[in-house]
């Protein structure tokens, strides 16, 4: 078998969306003639811990876990959160920086974590990962970005290759979000901000092929390194799900008795309910939905602007909030679901958003025939939804289109009438079973040897 050395920082029991794309292909690469060697962290800071998810890694594969140099603690001491806040986006970019240690914390991140607060795993991965092309030589390296720390780990590790066996391991740059500039990446002043465009140009620069998860991140890198992005080969190989997922999942015997519309993953910033809540709270001031006969599930971390928001709601009754829970059950209250909510923030970067969460809600709506009810303006998780015919889609800042959207199903739900439910694309959706998408990185792999 060939083999591949995989640089992720997100790997079990890392829980929560980065984690799934790196593991899907870590679980079928040795069914189709490559045997995955896996470097990641031990005992990392994630946002989220899942155990149950260390139960899909194939038995055969090797993992090298190493120590890291994680900042987060200092950080929750620094803002006085509590030692078990989750540090992701949210506690970083999405909460009230109004305090002076918020606005401290945030400029330390912005000037000296670069590319990002991972940095610190850095030296001891390229040490670890020195041992692995000795003693297991791969065929290809495959770093899966953010962090963007992997990226420059492992265009070291392509580099040393050259100097211990005479010729460069190709490597190929995974990006599932994109880099500076980005509706995630802190605000840095100018020195630091210069520092951070030039590992993302060297590295653009270093990699042999380039794999992104939508379209709008080749057009990112194109405007800002026209030269570099000419001579790249990049490859859109998009998120998915797994079929095998919803093998277990529990399909609910009998209807709910209210309309129930679940959201799974984490909210905050612009990602946020206001905008659905405020005119669904409208439309029972309207006596046009009863308060008593709508739910709404949101299963994850929310930030706490948004806890805050729903705990002052009108509608704070139908809301239940579930916290972060293994992935398989994620997957089980998709499958209760009458719709499930897709929210895509709005922001200049929203085209090329297109979150592992879109898939997940695609396998679910393919079993159940229920839909994605999605709030986003134009872009590439609207152009998957109408490719799929698995969505009802409402464009921001239209509460008039939103009440007719959300009335349509409501109604729909009480009168019994599926008609009024998309006519989902069954063989459109299938495109973006795991599987697949894993023989399409393959075929990338074999490419470059």
């Known amino acids: 078998m060939k083999k591949a050395l995989i640089i992720s920082y997100y790997f079990p029991p890392s829980g929560g969306p980065g984690v799934q794309r790196v593991l899907k292909f870590v679980k079928y690469l040795p069914a189709i003639g490559w045997q995955p060697i896996v470097l990641t962290v031990k005992d990392g800071d994630f946002p989220a811990r899942d155990e149950s998810l260390l139960q899909e890694i ?76 000795e003693k297991h030589k791969p065929d290809i390296i495959f770093s899966s970005s953010p962090p963007y720390t992997c990226a420059l780990i492992a265009m070291e590790l392509k580099k040393y290759s050259e100097k211990l066996l005479g ?51 080749k057009e990112d890198f ?71 006969k709508i739910k709404f599930i949101f299963v994850g971390r929310l930030g706490s602007d948004i806890l805050s928001y729903i705990n002052n709601s009108p509608l704070k009754e139908c809301i239940e909030l579930i916290p972060y829970v293994p992935h398989s059950k994620s997957i089980d209250y998709l499958m209760k679901a009458d719709a499930m909510l897709l929210l895509i923030d709005e922001d200049k970067y929203s085209k090329m958003i297109l979150s592992g969460k879109v898939f997940e809600y695609l396998g679910a709506a393919a079993i159940t025939g229920k839909p994605i009810f999605a709030i986003t303006g ?20 239209r509460p008039e289109i939103l009440k007719e959207n959300y009335l349509k199903l409501y109604n729909g739900f009480f009168e019994n009438n599926t008609a009024i439910l998309p006519s989902q694309n069954k063989n459109a959706a299938d495109k973006y079973e795991r599987k697949l998408l894993t023989q399409k990185l393959a075929e990338v792999f074999a490419q470059q040897i």
């Open 58 to 133: 194939p038995p055969e594969i090797t993992v090298y876990r190493t120590d890291i140099f994680e900042p987060y603690s200092h950080y929750r001491k620094l803002t006085g959160k509590p030692k078990d806040t989750a540090v992701d986006v949210n506690n970083i970019d999405g909460g009230n920086k109004s305090g002076i240690r918020d606005k401290l914390a945030e400029f330390v991140r912005a000037t000296f974590f670069i590319p990002d607060a991972r940095i610190g795993w850095k030296k001891y991965a390229v040490k670890e990962g020195k041992k692995i092309i």
């Open 222 to 292: 194109e405007r800002k390194y026209p030269k570099i992005a000419a001579k790249t080969n990049f490859i859109l190989l998009r998120n998915g799900f797994d079929k095998e997922d919803y093998t277990n999942a529990s399909v609910p015997n009998k209807k709910n008795d209210k309309f129930t519309i679940v959201y799974t993953g984490s909210m905050y910033g612009k990602r946020n309910p206001f905008y659905l809540l405020n005119t669904v709270g409208e439309l029972v001031n309207e006596n046009k939905v009863e308060k008593d």
């Open 167 to 217: 010729k460069k391991i190709p490597w190929v740059s995974d990006f599932r979000d994109a880099w500076t500039d980005y509706l995630t990446t802190p605000n840095r002043w100018f020195l630091p901000k210069k520092i951070d465009k030039k590992y993302e140009r060297t590295t653009l620069d270093n990699a042999d092929a380039v794999t992104i998860v939508a379209g709008g991140m």
């Open 378 to 397: 134009d872009g590439e998780a609207k152009d998957l939804l109408i490719e799929t015919n698995a969505g009802i889609i409402t464009p921001h800042n």
